[in-house]
């Protein structure tokens, strides 16, 4: 089946740091790449997505390339701000018919000033 | 405002007492989605409803209830509610899903049970 693995957190950086959260997938099939983030207290929202094999996802400062080849889809962000704390959950679907909507476990980003 | 509005915010309740959680969209959206947020588990699906009147099972479908009756909500009920159902629970929406539409989530309710 399906199936969506992120790096363990909690992430903790400095502000102004660089960001790399690991993601990686297993699925059938072409799926679409989703992140999403979630504040305190709220639901999740869609951070960036893409669609196809070397698509680049952007969205706030934040990036992610779909890539095929190593079934990965890495967010990265050059230089972290205080309200980027969150937790961030990968998530891929692929639809054949019926959804098949699957998350990772989410990773949470602690930034210090 | 385009939104998925959950109610309410936080629940608590007793063990088999019958209860439902209000979920509803402003989008005309066609997929609706009921999730458990648990520590260390992540996101899990409950049940899902492609459109009116079709509904399907999700991963963790056991002890929970859904109904579709028209398009803008999608109730989640709890007959008989008990303390491994106490969780961080999650609507959402989505214009359809053909694989790249994303979701809109609610804000989440809080469900405890004693």
């Known amino acids: 089946g399906n199936s969506v693995t992120q790096m363990e957190g909690p992430v903790t950086l400095s502000e102004e740091a660089f960001l790399t959260i690991n993601c990686t997938y297993t699925?059938?099939?072409?799926?679409?790449l989703f992140w999403y983030v979630q504040y305190p207290g709220e639901g999740l929202q869609l951070l960036l997505k893409a669609t196809k094999a070397d698509d680049k996802g952007s969205n706030k400062g934040f990036e992610a390339t779909y890539r095929k080849e190593t079934t990965s889809f890495h967010l990265e962000k050059g230089s972290v701000q205080v309200s980027d704390s969150a937790v961030y959950f990968c998530a891929l679907n692929y639809y054949s018919g019926y959804s098949t909507l699957t998350f990772g476990k989410g990773t949470m980003l602690l930034v210090s000033p | 405002e385009a939104q998925v509005t959950q109610n309410p915010r936080y629940l608590i309740t007793v063990t088999g007492k019958k209860l439902t959680v209000t979920c509803s969209q402003n989008m005309n959206h066609e997929y609706m989605s009921w999730y458990r947020q648990d520590p260390g588990l992540g996101l899990r699906q409950i049940y899902y409803?492609?459109?009116?009147?079709?509904?399907d099972k999700g991963d963790v479908p056991e002890g929970y209830k859904v109904s579709r009756k028209e398009k803008r909500n999608f109730p989640l009920i709890l007959e008989s509610p008990s303390p491994n159902q106490t969780s961080l629970y999650f609507c959402a929406s989505s214009l359809e899903w053909q694989g790249s539409s994303p979701l809109h989530f609610g804000n989440g309710t809080r469900l405890t049970v004693t």
């Open positions: 409803s492609m459109n009116v009147e079709v509904t």
């Open positions: 699925a059938t099939g072409y799926p679409s």
